[in-house]
């Protein structure tokens, strides 16, 4: 889950400073490096104007995924908030913080983690948070066209650390290990990958029924009027009418359509998102739509691929 919790007095919230286009290189993944405080305790520690040490752009933990600086609402453009310790890290990557266990033990003079009470739980707490923040980076790649299994698109804290361009901090690999979790900083990137795939299908599915709450009411209702006209005219009167319809932008089959908009109707038709009131199986290039409403289908499916990440080029 991913819920919006925007910083208002950060004052890194509040600089105006974005990484924008090909500066944006990726995401970082730290761990808090303290037991047993929330995601939204931290929010609220954080937003606030004497806290200077550093910008987060959201904080994870087993409840949801919280973003705290604008990073889903442009493509291409983030809020730059300094979460790396070194200029490359704050100017080219954005960060997000995963809370950790209560049962994590950390000695007050070193830092060092040195215990945990309840193994379980932990494990618990660990696995909940990393699934919130599998979708979060899954998210963050689709929206922004970034491939997870590409060198530095994802990184750990760690990670960034030994490549130089981050402090020299061992989260969040140190929880997971401590722990004998089984969580690597390479499987999740495959998770990522493969969340991506499960909402490149969901997003399918969104567009199509997007495009059928809208088309279906007028689709409905044209088809009444073909059958009553049929009732009432001849064969010929029929097509004299449809002729008049598709000189008026009426859209009859594919071929009726600008050949700009064919590809994508193609695709609307194939999946079923419209039908034009025949089986596929009879006439599968059958539409029956005002072109106003054609152009409407294929805005909302456009609309969706764009939120989704991909591009909106008329392929499947």
């Not at 904080?59 to 983030?78: E, Q």
């Not at 008026?248 to 079923?272: H, N």
């Not at 998102?273 to 025949?278: D, H, K, P, R, S």
Request: aromatic share 8%.
């Amino acid at each position: 889950m991913i819920q919006e919790r925007l910083f208002t007095r950060n004052p890194y919230a509040t600089d105006g400073r974005f990484i924008v286009g090909a500066d944006l290189d990726g995401f970082l993944l730290h761990s808090v490096g303290c037991a047993g405080s929330s995601a939204l305790s931290f929010i609220e520690r954080w937003d606030n104007e004497a806290f200077t040490g550093a910008g987060i752009s959201g904080f994870i933990d087993p409840s949801a995924a919280y973003v705290t600086a604008p990073c889903l609402k442009n493509r291409g453009k983030v809020k730059r908030m300094p979460h790396g310790g070194r200029p490359y890290a704050n100017n080219h990557y954005i960060g997000f913080e995963m809370c950790e266990p209560a049962q994590m033990v950390y000695d007050k003079e070193t830092y060092r983690l040195v215990g945990c009470t309840d193994r379980t739980a932990a494990l618990a707490f660990v696995r909940a948070t990393y699934q919130n923040a599998v979708e979060l980076f899954a998210r963050l790649c689709l929206f922004h066209g970034k491939d997870p299994m590409a060198d530095g698109v994802i990184l750990s804290h760690y990670e960034a650390g030994r490549r130089g361009i981050a402090t020299g901090h061992i989260d969040p690999e140190h929880v997971w290990n401590y722990l004998q979790s089984g969580l690597t900083m390479a499987g999740f990137r495959q998770d990522v990958k493969n969340k991506m795939e499960e909402l490149r299908k969901l997003n399918k599915a969104e567009t199509q029924a997007l495009i059928q709450a809208a088309v279906k009411p007028i689709q409905e209702e044209l088809n009444a009027l073909k059958k009553s006209v049929a009732q009432h005219v001849t064969e010929a009167e029929a097509k004299k009418i449809y002729l008049e319809l598709e000189r008026e932008g009426f859209v009859t089959e594919i071929s009726d359509a600008p050949k700009w908009a064919q590809p994508e109707l193609r695709i609307l038709l194939d999946t079923g998102a419209i039908n034009g009131g025949t089986e596929a199986g009879q006439n599968p290039n059958d539409v029956n739509l005002p072109l106003d409403s054609v152009k409407v289908a294929l805005i909302c499916k456009r609309y969706v691929e764009i939120m989704s990440g991909k591009p909106p080029n008329g392929t499947p």
